[in-house]
């Protein structure tokens, strides 16, 4: 198995870098403080030397892809290996404490992995999974992709034959938007003989149907209109920029324009990876056209739309613990009957301040400190906020 390393090494240490905080923790030897540059990335002892420090070893943040593992599986992901995590697929015995994380409609794992890499680095003994849906990223090419139709439920299935072939049963998920709908829905098929996750974490969802509306806040931005527009701009285009210019001209803005471009790549590059996995010839075709399948992804966002999970809310199972994050300025109507509802039944709801939807890419450092205790950050990682940069 091969394993790439993310990061130049760092000290064994609880730390988290994000290109525009430094944090400061207590190393726990002589009362030290380590300092991390994270703009850098590199760790500096502030007033020792590596003498001092007798435990301290380098340990590199580590990746591992769906391609680099002899495993056939239904969607493609990535496991992101905090330091001092060691694992392998043939080695079930010592499997390290596992957070899976699921993206939101029109997304791919990589929207998540700067905030997948945070939390690793700062719980080095821990190793994250991200995927990529069905209909999303790579999984939409992939021969052994799953069929039609496409719900909720079917892209938490997806997940969970995912974690079966790779024997891993995590401890904590985490699901963005659509992706909260995922992870309820993964606790509700979980199989009653394998351990289920201990915490639940949705980022700016909510369990019950989704009301209509706009995706913004003067009413633009519903996921279901740039869906349909996305679906009637012919494959391939020649450029980035005329995607964006018909999305901004259909009045969505600027910024989901340049993301939602992101999910593009030239014709060549998809073509060859398709045909290098049945073992075709090369393609000629210029341009570049999409990675997702647009139109399983309209099934899954009308499931989204409709999927129910209150009987989760109001019988989680024994043990469960179940937590919301809402964004603060979120485009979904929190503070109303649902969130009466998720309280009432005892689950946690959070606010995260400064964070529109994109909550882990708006406020990272604060998201991270609402999820840290799930990762042990209450007793076995202490940290200090000193200022912003």
């Not at 993206?103 to 700067?114: A, E, F, P, Q, V």
């Not at 398709?274 to 992804?297: E, H, M, P, V, Y």
């Not at 179940?322 to 009432?344: C, M």
Request: proline residues 7%; contains cysteine; charged residues 20%.
């Amino acid at each position: 198995m091969a394993l790439r390393t993310l990061h130049a090494p760092q000290a064994r240490t609880g730390l988290v870098s994000h290109p525009r905080i430094t944090l400061i923790r207590r190393a726990g030897i002589s009362g030290r403080k380590v300092r991390v540059n994270c703009t850098a990335g590199l760790l500096t002892a502030a007033s020792a030397r590596p003498s001092d420090h007798p435990t301290s070893r380098n340990f590199p943040l580590r990746s591992l892809s769906y391609d680099e593992l002899n495993v056939e599986t239904p969607i493609a992901y990535e496991l992101y290996q905090g330091a001092l995590a060691r694992w392998s697929h043939s080695d079930g015995a010592a499997v390290p404490p596992t957070a899976v994380m699921v993206h939101g409609i029109l997304g791919n794992r990589r929207n998540m992995s700067s905030f997948a890499k945070m939390l690793v680095e700062g719980f080095p003994g821990w190793q994250v999974l991200l995927v990529d849906l069905r209909c999303h990223g790579e999984s939409a090419a992939l021969p052994t992709r799953p069929h039609g139709p496409h719900g909720v439920a079917a892209a938490a299935g997806d997940v969970l034959a995912l974690l079966r072939r790779l024997r891993l049963f995590p401890h904590v998920l985490i699901g963005h938007s659509f992706g909260g709908k995922v992870v309820m829905s993964m606790v509700q098929q979980f199989p009653q003989r394998l351990p289920r996750p201990v915490q639940v974490w949705v980022l700016d969802s909510l369990p019950g149907r989704v009301r209509s509306g706009g995706g913004g806040p003067d009413g633009r931005d519903h996921p279901g209109d740039l869906i349909e527009l996305l679906r009637g701009i012919p494959m391939p285009v020649a450029s980035r920029s005329e995607v964006i210019d018909r999305v901004v001209r259909a009045g969505f803005t600027p910024g989901i324009a340049q993301w939602v471009v992101t999910n593009l790549r030239p014709v060549e590059e998809l073509s060859g990876a398709a045909q290098g996995r049945s073992g075709a010839g090369s393609s000629n075709s210029s341009g570049l056209s999409w990675t997702f399948d647009l139109d399983g992804i309209a099934q899954l966002y009308r499931s989204y739309e409709e999927t129910q999970l209150w009987d989760l809310i109001k019988q989680p199972p024994q043990g469960l613990k179940l937590n919301f994050v809402k964004a603060e300025r979120s485009t979904f109507r929190w503070g109303g009957p649902d969130e009466a509802a998720i309280t009432t039944a005892g689950h946690g709801v959070h606010l995260l301040p400064a964070s529109g939807h994109w909550v882990h890419a708006d406020n990272p450092l604060g998201l991270y400190d609402i999820l840290a205790p799930s990762f042990g950050g209450g007793s076995d990682l202490k940290m200090w906020r000193t200022q912003r940069r």
